[in-house]
């Protein structure tokens, strides 16, 4: 099983929807957790990282559910210029070593 | 401008060759690593490194070492290069606070 699993997608909606992408993450002792954007040939971004209570920044809304091992990220009034690909990611251990899931695509047509 | 740099952004091999990729930094950040991505898939952690002088294998080190003899610099050496090390390497550092990424070096081995 991997140790973040994501659906690939691809997520294709229409300009001004809103979009949701979950990921699970195996290991109970992970101590972080971020959600990256990565344009198609690019390297990784940080979008945002994700707190138990729940964060916003703009259209982005991320939440965290410690006793399910899921995270989730809600994208409100779809951009074209938000398609590419959303990496959930977890940080395990003080070597602030990352563990990446595979991604989920998004395209936001016009 | 501050960051990470990688040497080379391109480059192909000839099976059994070997190579060395350079990952710079200079924001004088303690951690460094070495990831690579394969295509629908997440990074994947080579090799860390916690500080100067030190290193340590992460989920898939086999075919390839590192050295971090000065901390600005992190070295990631194929021996005997092999198709199945065809992939984008990604190089990061972390001062504890955040990562930065480098651009990436696309690796093809034939």
């Known amino acids: 099983r991997k140790e973040v699993e994501q659906d690939p997608g691809p997520f294709n909606v229409p300009e001004g929807a809103t979009v949701a992408f979950n990921c699970t993450y195996s290991n109970s002792a992970s101590q972080s957790f971020f959600w990256y954007r990565q344009d198609c040939r690019k390297e990784p971004k940080l979008l945002m990282s994700?707190?138990?209570s729940g964060n916003e920044d703009g259209r982005f809304t991320a939440q965290l559910n410690r006793a399910s091992q899921y995270i989730s990220l809600l994208i409100r009034d779809s951009k074209l210029s938000d398609s590419a690909t959303y990496l959930c990611?977890?940080?395990?251990?003080?070597?602030?070593?990352?563990?990446f899931g595979s991604g989920t695509r998004l395209l936001v047509r016009p | 401008n501050a960051g990470v740099t990688q040497t080379p952004k391109f480059r192909v091999l000839k099976t059994g060759q070997s190579m060395t990729l350079l990952c710079a930094q200079d924001?004088?950040?303690?951690?460094m690593y070495w990831y690579r991505q394969d295509p629908g898939m997440g990074l994947r952690l080579i090799h860390y490194?916690?500080?100067?002088?030190?290193?340590a294998k992460g989920e898939v080190p086999d075919g390839y070492n590192v050295s971090r003899l000065k901390k600005q610099n992190f070295l990631l050496g194929l021996e005997s290069a092999a198709p199945s090390q065809t992939s984008v390497y990604f190089c990061a550092s972390n001062s504890g606070y955040g990562y930065t990424f480098g651009s990436g070096t696309r690796l093809t081995v034939v």
């Open positions: 994700v707190y138990s």
């Open positions: 990611v977890v940080r395990m251990d003080s070597s602030y070593k990352l563990i």
């Open positions: 924001m004088n950040h303690e951690y």
């Open positions: 490194s916690v500080g100067e002088g030190t290193t």
